[in-house]
T-cell receptor, first 111, second 117 residues
Framework: DAKTTQPPSMDCAEGRAANLPCNHS???????VYWYRQIHSQGPQYIIH???NNETNEMASLIITEDRKSSTLILPHATLRDTAVYYC????????????FGQGTELSVKP | DAGITQSPRYKITETGRQVTLMCHQT?????MFWYRQDLGHGLRLIYY???????DKGEVPDGYVVSRSKTENFPLTLESATRSQTSVYFC????????????????FGSGTQLSVL
């Protein structure tokens, strides 16, 4: 099973920041946190990943707490096209190339 | 930018038939994966492959067979399809997601929607 906990759904107003939380209290020191999203009927899309420092790219920012037990994905100015299911994943260390997806958070961006 | 392609996009078959879903990537990525997605279960890993001729089971491998004779292709076969295998199947690839790698990303295809009647 995935070692992450996310709220099943969230709403966000268009143009506002969307903050998606994720708990990963059993994370190991050398495990990365990944975020993917899946827009309806499409394949999942990589967003961002991090180990311990905060990360930012053209799509989003990732804030990881100092104890690494939780993280937040931030979409700074959400648009209607950001409506999707967002998956927070902890990559198992030493288990080869497996990413185990949980249930994710269904984000609805509303006008 | 061909990337990763899956075929067919939609497939309807009958119980007991053999079905093969195709996956092709143009990046020469080492790792390839098959996932299935069902309501209430999210994405579940079926099989993955670290390189040509190397495959390994994921979470739900029963009823499926894979092969990887060439780096770019990773077909998934249902030898005797059952209704429980009705699902959306996604193929993915990654440049390197080795045993100790921790910072690689997966690229997914558009999926194959399979219905077993």
């Amino acid at each position: 099973d995935a070692k992450t906990t996310q709220p099943p759904s969230m709403d966000c107003a268009e143009g506002r920041a969307a903050n998606l939380p994720c708990n990963h209290s059993t994370i190991s020191g050398n495990e990365y946190v990944y975020w993917y999203r899946q827009i309806h009927s499409q394949g999942p899309q990589y967003i961002i990943h991090g180990l311990k420092n905060n990360e930012t790219n053209e799509m989003a920012s990732l804030i990881i707490t100092e104890d690494r037990k939780s993280s937040t994905l931030i979409l700074p100015h959400a648009t209607l096209r950001d409506t999707a299911v967002y998956y927070c994943i902890v990559r198992p260390y030493n288990q080869g190339g497996k990413l185990i997806f949980g249930q994710g958070t269904e984000l609805s961006v509303k006008p | 930018d061909a990337g990763i392609t899956q075929s067919p996009r939609y497939k309807i078959t009958e119980t007991g038939r053999q079905v093969t879903l195709m996956c092709h990537q143009t990046w020469s990525h080492s790792y390839m994966f098959w996932y299935r997605q069902d309501l209430g279960h999210g994405l579940r890993l079926i099989y993955y492959s670290a390189a040509a001729d190397i495959t390994d089971k994921g979470e739900v491998p029963d009823g499926y067979v894979v092969s990887r004779s060439k780096t770019e292709n990773f077909p998934l076969t249902l030898e005797s399809a059952t209704r429980s295998q009705t699902s959306v199947y996604f193929c993915a690839s990654s440049e390197s997601l080795g045993r100790y790698a921790t910072n690689e990303k997966l690229f997914f295809g558009s999926g194959t929607q399979l219905s077993v009647l």
